[in-house]
């Protein structure tokens, strides 16, 4: 409970007009993490085991001629569907990590924490069983149907997950609960995967396991048909609901003296979160640690909770984010990648302690 109130009347401060920034200083740190963005985008297609200068990644994506027939290649085909990836999956688990956090003004909550992650994750394991492959690359040869399919299982799994934890929501009043409820349902929806996959050939078993690490690379030119516009449509959602979820900052009470519907607000943001968690999960794994760290780090950078604000600096950054993690999980001029996910653990970890140790400061600061 203690918790929750922290989260909320912080919030709640850091949400009123009075310490919002002025507008040029938004304006400026959403150019800064916009140039951010291009600048690790163009990094990301340039630096693999084979660098390309970034002039000729500009002739490349601009139509003319490198230096090098091949860099058109492995830029066309390989490099440029994995930077797209990269940046839709960023910007959909930042912002479906905002959303979550708002809806349950958990600081701590994210789509891999409260299980979302591991629902979609069930999603694709059912339908392994079902068509027999698994991961991006792997469902490159069942068709636009099979992609479909794939997108609509992982998110019917997490929005399963989220509406049950948001059901637990109502019951308990104490965040840390609420954690504790969420990693339950994500530990026992995994173990129902276990035992699906002990029904399942041996390199079924290792396709899927390569598939929890976590990759951008596996999505292709064909996928990013199902891929992109499902991202897409789940941000704008998300952008749409950047009032209502201002309203349910200070509380459902506050938000329905406002005039809001709480009901169908938690909906269509349950519907938000699962769409953007649930596609990115299905196309390129359970990736952890960037719903929770991204949206700390633009609040702190921002110094404001107006969604009409954080949802874009959050989708810029995310969408940074991922590239940046994604290069270095490359290691530049070497044949190894690892694996994304324990890179990104790395990276998110330090965020998450970070958060978890602040607050003891937060409640003694708003105390006095």
């Known amino acids: 409970m203690e918790t929750t109130q922290t989260y909320t009347s912080t919030t709640a401060v850091t949400s009123r007009p009075t310490s919002w920034p ?12 916009a140039v951010l963005l291009v600048s690790a985008f163009l990094l990301s297609i340039a630096t693999g085991s084979v660098n390309i200068p970034i002039g000729d990644v500009l002739k490349v994506l601009t139509g ?11 830029i066309q085909d390989f490099r440029l569907p994995k930077a797209l990836a990269a940046v839709l999956a960023g910007a959909a688990l930042a912002v479906s990590g905002l959303q ?16 979302v992650s591991s629902g979609a994750s069930l999603g694709v394991a059912i339908v392994i069983l079902v068509i027999g492959t698994t991961g991006s690359v792997m469902l490159a040869g069942v068709g636009l149907f099979g992609d479909f399919g794939l997108a609509f299982a992982a ?21 840390v609960t609420l954690l504790i409820l969420g990693l339950m349902f994500g530990y026992a929806v995994s173990s129902v995967v276990s035992l699906l996959l002990h029904f399942s050939l041996a390199e079924r078993i290792q396709a899927y396991v390569n598939w929890t690490f976590g990759s951008f690379g596996g999505v292709t030119w064909n996928q990013m048909k199902v891929f992109a516009p499902a991202v897409i449509a789940g941000l704008l959602l998300a952008w749409l609901l950047a009032k209502p979820l201002n309203a349910l900052l200070l509380g459902d009470a506050y938000a329905t003296s406002m005039g809001l519907n709480v009901r169908r607000a938690r909906v269509w943001v349950v519907l938000s ?13 359970p990736i952890g640690f960037l719903g929770i760290a991204v949206p700390h780090l633009s609040r702190g950078l921002l110094n404001t909770s107006d969604h009409r604000v954080l949802i874009p600096a959050v989708g810029l950054l995310g969408a940074a984010t991922a590239l940046i993690v994604d290069l270095i999980a490359q290691v530049p001029g070497s044949q190894i990648v690892l694996p994304l996910n324990a890179v990104m653990a790395l990276v998110g970890a330090p965020v998450v302690i970070w958060v978890i140790l602040r607050q003891r400061s937060v409640r003694t600061s708003f105390a006095s």
């Open 273 to 285: 979160t699962a769409l953007l968690a649930g596609t990115v999960t299905a196309f390129c794994g």
């Open 155 to 175: 998110c019917l799994g997490s929005a399963l997950v989220m509406g049950v934890v948001l059901l637990a929501a109502r019951r308990v009043e104490s965040s």
């Open 100 to 115: 979550m956090q708002t809806l349950f003004r958990n600081p701590l909550a994210g789509p891999y924490v409260l299980g």
């Open 64 to 74: 003319t001629e490198p230096a090098k027939a091949t860099w058109t290649v492995i």
């Open 22 to 33: 002025k507008l040029g200083t938004r304006r400026l740190a959403l150019l800064t993490l």
